[in-house]
Each structure stands twice: as structure tokens, then as C-alpha cells.
């Protein structure tokens, strides 16, 4: 099965513009972005601990009251852990990301075949798979530091991404 996308040069470099925006900003504003990331998982974390926690206590006769309250205290113990030390979120989340970004890059890299026709995409999707691969491994060997080499990457690749996609817009993927 081959997956056909068909857009618009318009849409594209809408969509272009709002890429090379975004990584502007990333790029302007790395250093804060990776503790940034950390405290708002962090607040993510107690939210939906504390709502596990009045769900649980709201259940009635269900048998899950107990073990969900449990969940949303120890949810809550590692939110505040985490909103007291932004870096062991950054870790954690690092790691998650690292693998997820190893697979990410080895499926581009398959993927590149796909696009030979045009060999500037293709150029970039190895070079792009490549890269994905080499900084998932690096978020898991050193997850606070690759967290910051990722979000550096994350402004470039939308950079490129966005120059690319209002300067020459493909029709068909």
C-alpha cells in the first residue's frame, strides 16, 4: 500500500512558514526550552494524579477506588519530585524519547528509498534519518544533555523543513 499526499503549493508553504516560525523561536530559545519541558511534564504529572485521586475516592463499590487513589498519590509524590527537580523529568522523559527517536530514524532511513526520484529529499532523508538515529542514541546515554542537543535539533530540522516547504513545495509524496 502506498500512501498518496496531495496538497497544494499554497498549503504547503503556509505550513512552511509556520514550521520555520516555530523553529526560529526553538532556536532562539533552547537553553529554556529543555527545563521548560520538564516543569510543565512535571505539571501534567500532578494533574492527572490529583484526578485519579478524586476519581478513586468518588468510586463506589467498584473494587478500582483503592488501587487508583494509590496510583494518583504515588503520580502525585513523582510530580512533586519531579516539579522539585525539573532534570530527573527531563531524564526520564530522554530515555522514552531516545528509544522512539532510534526507531524514528532507522524507519526513515527505509523510507528514503522511496523518494530516489528526487535526490535533494533523498539527500535529506538520509541525512536526516541518520542524524535521528545518532540523537536517540545519545538521549540514551546521556539524557539531560541529549535533551538539549534534540531540541537544537527539533529548530533545525523545522528550519530546513520550512524553507523547503515555501522555496520548492512538492505536489505528491
Given at each position: 500500500m502506498e500512501f498518496v499526499w496531495i496538497s497544494s503549493p499554497q498549503n504547503q508553504r503556509s505550513s512552511g512558514l509556520v514550521a520555520l516560525i516555530i523553529g526560529i523561536i526553538i532556536?532562539?530559545?533552547?537553553?529554556?526550552?529543555?527545563?521548560?519541558?520538564?516543569?510543565?511534564?512535571?505539571?501534567?504529572?500532578?494533574?492527572?494524579?490529583?484526578?485519579?485521586?478524586?476519581?478513586?475516592?468518588?468510586?463506589?463499590?467498584?473494587?478500582?477506588?483503592?488501587p487508583l487513589i494509590l496510583l494518583g498519590i504515588l503520580g502525585l509524590c513523582l510530580g512533586i519530585t519531579a516539579l522539585v527537580s525539573p532534570d530527573l523529568a527531563v531524564s526520564v522523559l530522554g530515555i522514552f524519547l531516545g528509544v522512539w527517536m532510534f526507531f524514528l530514524g532507522a524507519g526513515q532511513l527505509l523510507f528514503a528509498s522511496r523518494l530516489s526520484a528526487d535526490k535533494l529529499y533523498y539527500i535529506l532523508a538520509l541525512l536526516g534519518g541518520t542524524?535521528?538515529?545518532?540523537?536517540?542514541?545519545?538521549?540514551?546515554?546521556?539524557?539531560?544533555?541529549?535533551?538539549?542537543?534534540?531540541?537544537?535539533?527539533?529548530?533545525c530540522y523545522l528550519l530546513v523543513l520550512g524553507l523547503l516547504s515555501i522555496f520548492r513545495p512538492r505536489y505528491t509524496y
Open positions: 532556536l532562539l530559545f533552547a537553553p529554556f526550552v529543555t527545563s521548560l519541558i520538564g516543569v510543565v511534564l512535571s505539571a501534567v504529572v500532578l494533574v492527572i494524579s490529583i484526578g485519579m485521586i478524586i476519581t478513586g475516592a468518588m468510586m463506589r463499590g467498584a473494587g478500582f477506588g483503592l542524524l535521528t538515529v545518532i540523537v536517540g542514541l545519545f538521549l540514551l546515554v546521556s539524557p539531560v544533555q541529549g535533551m538539549q542537543i534534540m531540541v537544537f535539533f527539533l529548530g
